[in-house]
C-alpha cells in the first residue's frame, strides 16, 4: 500500500508532497473530509510503534484542551487522533511496511530517498 494521510488545506503538507513528486500508484486521504478509521489508525500505530508518534502536540486544540497538562495514555492518543483529525501529526506517508510521521526535513528526505530509491 502506498497512501498519504494529509490536509488538503494545508499548505506544509501540500509542499511536502509536491516536493516527493510521488508516482500515480500513490492514494490520498485529506483526513479531514474522510475520517481515519479503527482500522486505519491501528494499522497506522503498528507501523509507527505507538499512538503517540502519531499524535500532533502542536495543535491547537492540544493546548486549548489542556492536555498538555496530562499525562496522556496510548488509549487516549488513539482516542483524541479518531476523535479530531487536527491530532494526527501530518502527512503521513505509508509505503508498504513503512511509514513516515510529520513534516520535518529529515522525515520528508528520508521518505523522498525510500519512494525514489528503485530509480
Not at 56 to 69: I, N, P, T, V
Not at 100 to 107: C, E, P
Request: glycine share 2%.
Amino acid at each position: 500500500m502506498k497512501k498519504v494521510y494529509h490536509l488538503k488545506t494545508c499548505n506544509t503538507c501540500d509542499r511536502i508532497i509536491k516536493s516527493l513528486n510521488l508516482p500515480d500508484d500513490f492514494v490520498f486521504q485529506d483526513i479531514k473530509s474522510e475520517d481515519i478509521t479503527v482500522r486505519q489508525i491501528d494499522h497506522l500505530k503498528d507501523l509507527a510503534g505507538s499512538y503517540e508518534a502519531l499524535f500532533s502536540k502542536r495543535a491547537k486544540l492540544y493546548k486549548e484542551m489542556g492536555l498538555k497538562d496530562q499525562t496522556l495514555t496510548e488509549a487516549d492518543y488513539k482516542h483524541y487522533i479518531l476523535d479530531h483529525y487536527t491530532f494526527l501529526k501530518r502527512p503521513v506517508i505509508v509505503v508498504n511496511d513503512h511509514i513516515f510521521i510529520g513534516n520535518s526535513t529529515k522525515t520528508v528526505e528520508a521518505a523522498k530517498a525510500f519512494i525514489h530509491a528503485d530509480e
